[in-house]
């Protein structure tokens, strides 16, 4: 006769945190929504998230987005997947990933991988503005919508 019942749990850690802090800001401009990461690691733990909200803006109409990654000090193959979904939802779109504010580390990554040969790379907002605005005027045939 058994007298005592054995029970195993198994817990499983969220993929999500449920109450986690907002891991980027979002800044929707006239010509473009701003993306920028307030994390110093762009890893497993918050590009899941970062690919969900592009999709969202995706869906709802941004074509062109720049990605300010100043904050961020580390990036792994995680975070380079979801600049290459932003750079891809973007390219669907018609419209334009700019990415800028990057750190050293993070810009040899790129270049290790060969991104650094399909991403438009700018080192000031104001040159974020200015490859939009060209590569609107360009697929619009002279037009700047």
């Given amino acids: 006769m058994l007298t005592h019942q054995h029970f195993s749990f198994c817990y499983l850690k969220p993929i999500f945190p449920i109450f986690a802090p907002m891991s980027f800001k979002i800044d929707k401009k006239e010509k473009f929504t701003l993306i920028k990461t ?8 918050v590009a899941p998230a ?11 109409g941004v074509k062109n987005i720049v990605m300010d990654l100043s904050e961020t000090r580390y990036c792994d193959s995680s975070g380079l ?5 932003a750079n891809r939802l973007c390219k669907n779109a018609g ?5 800028t504010g990057l750190q050293d580390s993070v810009v040899k990554l790129i ?10 790379i700018a080192s000031s907002l104001d040159e974020c503005e200015n490859i939009i605005a060209n590569a609107t005027i360009g697929k619009n045939g002279g037009e700047n919508n």
């Fill in 95 to 99: 419209g334009s990933l700019v990415i």
């Fill in 81 to 85: 997947s979801a600049i290459l979904v």
């Fill in 111 to 120: 270049n290790i991988s060969q991104l650094d040969t399909i991403l438009h």
């Fill in 50 to 60: 970062l690919k969900s909200e592009l999709v969202v803006l995706n869906t709802g």
């Fill in 38 to 45: 307030q994390v110093e690691k762009l890893d497993t733990n």
